[in-house]
Every structure is written in C-alpha cells, then in structure tokens.
C-alpha cells in the first residue's frame, strides 16, 4: 500500500530516476499505478466560509464557480487551489496515455511528490554512454506534471549515472505538451522530442568526455573547493581609535563560520574520494570526476539534516529546478 504522506518510490524501492536494474522497463501506465499515481480527483466548487455559498463567475460563455479545490477521491486531500476556468483531468492518466503512445514499454521510474500534488515520470528511450572504465551515463526523458498548478506538463531531457544518483535535468523542456492530442500531433511532439533528446544527449556526451579526458589531480581539487568554499573573512568591527578617530578593525574569525566552510570541503572531497575508488587511476581523477564529486555533494549532502526520504526529495528537486550553483560554477571553473 502507498504511503501517502510522503513520496512514494518506484516498485523496486529505488531512488527516483535512478534505473533499478538495466533493461527493466514497463508502460507508464503499470508504472504509474504500481507508484501510486493513478488516483483519482474532483474539483469541488470553494465556498465562502462564513455562510458556505459559492462565488459564481458569470463572465463568458456559462455560469461557472469561480474558485475551485482539487481534491483526491480516495483520501480527501486537497491537492491545489484554482479559478474556475482551470481545465480539470480527472486523474494523471493522460499523461500515461501520451507517454505509451509516444515510447511503448520504455517507463523504468514514477515520484509522487507530497500527497500526490506533483508527479514525475522517466522513459528510456536510448542506449546509455559509455565514458571508459565503467562509468556510463544513461540518457533519459523526465515526464513532469501536477495537480496544483506548479508545473506545467512537459518533458525535459535528464542524464543520470549509473554509479551514483546523481541527475543532470535540462533547464529548459524539451517541450510542453497539451493533455489532448490527436494522432497527428503525437507523431510530431514524438519526432520533436526524439530530435531534441538526440541533441542534448550529444552535448552532455561531448561535454563529459572532454572533462574525462583531462587529468585532475588531488592538490588541483583541494584548490577547486578552496574556491568554491573561501576561508571566511573577519568581521569589520568599527571602533574609536587613541586620537578619538572611527577605524574598522577585524574581528576574529569565529570557530563556528570556520567548522562551516570546512565541513563542506569535507563532504565535497569525501564525494572526490569515492570518485577516485572507483574510476581513478595511478594518474589520479580527471575534470569529470571533481565535477561529479561537486554536484553530487551538492544534490545530496549540502544543506541543512533533514530525514533521509525528505533529502531525496530535495535532490531531485534541486535536480528538475537546476538550482545547483556550486555545480555550475564547478562546470565553469574545469572547463577553462
């Protein structure tokens, strides 16, 4: 039975958009009910609270309420908050439908977020890249979708790595897609994202390779993180000096500002190390390794203790939002 308050993970209990094991796909559709994202919904009109009545819109074509809840049929949670113009599904079906007819039994992984307010869902449509030496990157297209509104249902481009969970999410959809669509149309959103996939995956391919191919060695990352987590600066401390004169002076570093910054070099380079076990050589690491060993710290570990199930989430949120600075810079700093 799924958990409803909290996220709901694919069948194998892995984590979200990671493969379980290669080569287990399915329809969206077994996938999606076997997650727990096929309940249904209904959009009750919202009342005024003090006497109950319910505000009409009488503006345009019929008489509609002109706010409505989105509500689950099974637990009676509200799942987000509309005008009464919003379009309703009555469950994310249609979003299977669409990925089914688009890429056939090709779904590995569904996220419920919440109490199903958002959903995500990942096909594989391509052949993994290889990179040498066992590190390989698989090549995905992420379904996002909601009940309340926040994203829009569209399909981005996602690249995940067999070794670790990290995810690299395209900023920008693939496409957004209409929640119904002829046959016609389907042929050419599926022609479009093929096109569009096929290019991003080149890029991240091109991308990863240059950085594998570039030697990185242990005193150039220790310098990496030293730039991306600078020695704290001392306070200035204003002050009268002898003559009666406003002067600024440094306060002393604080231990706790320090235990900060070096607790994030600790976490990024104990990513570096098991980057190191398992794909470095007698040379060391190379630019990918530093990269992967950043942004996966940064996805995962940095960041404020909250429960195991809550950091997933989190991850694969800061992965689907691209709010990951210290990866970027990283990106920026290893391809000079």
Same mark, same amino acid.
């Given at each position: 039975?799924?958990?409803?308050?909290?996220?709901?993970?694919?069948?194998?209990?892995?984590?979200?958009?990671?493969?379980?094991?290669?080569?287990?796909?399915q329809?969206?559709?077994?996938?999606?009910?076997?997650?727990?994202?096929?309940?249904?919904?209904?959009?009750p009109?919202?009342?005024?609270?003090?006497?109950?009545?319910?505000?009409?819109?009488?503006?345009?074509?019929?008489?509609?309420?002109?706010?409505?809840?989105?509500?689950?049929? #099974? @637990?009676? +949670?509200? &799942?987000?908050?509309? !005008?009464?113009?919003?379009?309703?599904?009555?469950?994310? %079906?249609?979003?299977? #439908? @669409?990925a +089914?007819? &688009?890429f056939?039994? !090709?779904?590995?992984?569904?996220?419920?977020?919440?109490? %199903?307010?958002?959903?995500?869902?990942?096909?594989?449509?391509?052949?993994?890249?290889?990179?040498?030496?066992?590190?390989?990157?698989?090549?995905q297209?992420?379904?996002?979708?909601?009940?309340?509104?926040?994203?829009?249902?569209?399909?981005?481009?996602?690249?995940?790595?067999?070794?670790?969970?990290?995810q690299?999410?395209?900023?920008?959809?693939?496409?957004?897609?209409?929640h119904?669509?002829?046959?016609?149309?389907?042929?050419?959103?599926?022609?479009?994202?093929?096109?569009?996939?096929?290019?991003?995956?080149?890029?991240?391919?091109?991308?990863?390779?240059?950085?594998?191919?570039?030697?990185?060695?242990?005193?150039?990352?220790?310098?990496?993180?030293?730039?991306?987590?600078?020695d704290?600066?001392?306070?200035?401390?204003?002050?009268?000096?002898?003559?009666?004169?406003?002067?600024?002076?440094?306060?002393?570093?604080?231990?706790?500002?320090?235990?900060?910054?070096?607790?994030?070099?600790?976490i990024?380079?104990e990513?570096?190390?098991?980057?190191?076990?398992?794909?470095?050589?007698?040379?060391?690491?190379?630019?990918?390794?530093?990269?992967?060993?950043?942004?996966?710290?940064?996805?995962?570990?940095?960041?404020?203790?909250?429960?195991?199930?809550?950091?997933?989430e989190?991850?694969?949120?800061r992965?689907?939002?691209?709010?990951?600075?210290?990866?970027?810079?990283?990106?920026?700093?290893?391809?000079?």
């Amino acid at each position: 039975m799924v958990s409803l308050d909290r996220i709901s993970w694919t069948k194998t209990g892995e984590h979200p958009i990671l493969v379980g094991k290669r080569g287990e796909t399915q329809s969206a559709r077994q996938t999606m009910a076997e997650g727990g994202a096929l309940f249904n919904v209904h959009y009750p009109a919202a009342t005024v609270e003090h006497d109950q009545t319910v505000p009409m819109d009488e503006r345009g074509e019929g008489v509609r309420p002109l706010y409505k809840w989105v509500q689950r049929v #099974d @637990t009676g +949670d509200i &799942l987000g908050f509309h !005008s009464g113009k919003y379009p309703e599904s009555g469950n994310y %079906g249609y979003l299977a #439908d @669409t990925a +089914d007819f &688009l890429f056939p039994d !090709s779904a590995d992984s569904v996220t419920v977020f919440g109490r %199903g307010e958002r959903m995500a869902l990942t096909q594989t449509i391509s052949d993994p890249i290889s990179l040498g030496g066992g590190d390989e990157i698989q090549p995905q297209i992420l379904w996002l979708t909601s009940m309340n509104g926040q994203w829009s249902t569209s399909v981005h481009s996602m690249h995940s790595r067999f070794f670790c969970t990290n995810q690299l999410v395209g900023n920008i959809p693939l496409m957004k897609v209409k929640h119904t669509l002829n046959h016609a149309q389907h042929l050419e959103v599926r022609r479009q994202i093929l096109l569009e996939h096929m290019e991003s995956s080149d890029a991240v391919a091109r991308m990863a390779q240059a950085l594998s191919d570039q030697k990185f060695a242990d005193d150039e990352f220790k310098g990496l993180i030293k730039n991306l987590f600078p020695d704290p600066k001392p306070k200035m401390i204003a002050t009268a000096d002898h003559l009666g004169q406003i002067v600024e002076i440094p306060q002393e570093v604080s231990e706790v500002r320090w235990d900060r910054v070096l607790d994030k070099r600790r976490i990024v380079t104990e990513r570096w190390s098991g980057e190191l076990e398992k794909f470095g050589s007698d040379g060391g690491g190379t630019r990918w390794l530093a990269y992967n060993a950043v942004q996966g710290a940064e996805q995962h570990d940095l960041g404020e203790e909250v429960p195991t199930e809550k950091r997933r989430e989190r991850s694969f949120l800061r992965a689907i939002g691209t709010k990951t600075p210290l990866a970027d810079r990283t990106l920026e700093l290893l391809a000079v």
